[in-house]
């Protein structure tokens, strides 16, 4: 009862903060703990309504940094002036739409709260898929050296979809936020410096040279904290 009064909190206080959702503060956890968000830097959240993630990450990389997100529905929420968004498939979307809106420049990170609709048979496979979506994304938007945070349910496919992650990364870990509920499967797979496959998009329509990485984005990609 005690833990569930400590969940209800996480409820009451997005609603008393104006966040989309209590998700909000298991992106603002992590973000605490492995540092992936960062000010002046771009960033991709696919599945994005309805809204809490880009609220928090529109904080963290502030007025110089840029949010751009997409979802086959539409957000909860007025978008904050760096914020972007989309309404459509991300398998299908063209990538380099996403780029322009961002300042002509891929991602410095990737983030991801998507989950299936639970049925309670076999959303763990789903959520596997879901994440396996994410990463064939990542040649069309990720640069190299940027990082990713995606849910995923905890079930048969975990360790393999981690494994899969690992290869375009340097190094992939599973974390659960405090603000996820006990009963519940998800986990986070954070990740650190992409150095899988890069597909060609069109950055810029006007052919001009894409515009430089700005504040943390440039250089300098952040690795796990001891």
């Not at 979802?71 to 322009?100: H, S, Y």
């Not at 509920?181 to 150095?195: G, L, Q």
Request: charged content about 30%; overall charge positive.
């Amino acid at each position: 009862m005690g833990k569930r009064v400590l969940h209800d909190r996480y409820f009451k206080q997005a609603k008393a903060e104006g966040y989309a959702a209590r998700s909000a503060y298991k992106l603002t956890e992590i973000d605490d703990r492995h540092k992936i968000l960062g000010r002046g830097t771009r960033v991709l959240d696919l599945g994005c309504s309805p809204g809490s993630w880009l609220q928090v990450a529109s904080e963290r990389v502030g007025p110089k940094g840029r949010v751009v997100g997409i979802d086959l529905k539409p957000v909860a929420i007025p978008e904050p002036a760096n914020v972007r968004t989309f309404v459509g498939d991300m398998r299908t979307a063209d990538a380099g739409e996403w780029c322009r809106a961002a300042g002509g420049a891929r991602f410095d990170a990737v983030i991801s709260d998507m989950a299936p609709n639970t049925t309670g048979a076999g959303d763990d496979l789903v959520s596997a898929q879901l994440c396996r979506e994410v990463l064939a994304v990542l040649p069309r938007a990720i640069k190299p050296g940027g990082r990713l945070v995606m849910k995923i349910l905890e079930g048969s496919e975990y360790t393999a979809v981690l494994r899969e992650t690992n290869r375009l990364f340097d190094d992939a870990k599973g974390f659960k936020p405090k603000a996820s509920r006990d009963v519940s499967r998800e986990m986070f797979i954070v990740a650190w410096r992409y150095k899988g496959p890069l597909e060609h998009v069109d950055l810029d329509e006007a052919g001009e040279a894409p515009m430089e990485p700005t504040g943390d984005s440039a250089g300098t990609t952040t690795g796990p904290r001891p």
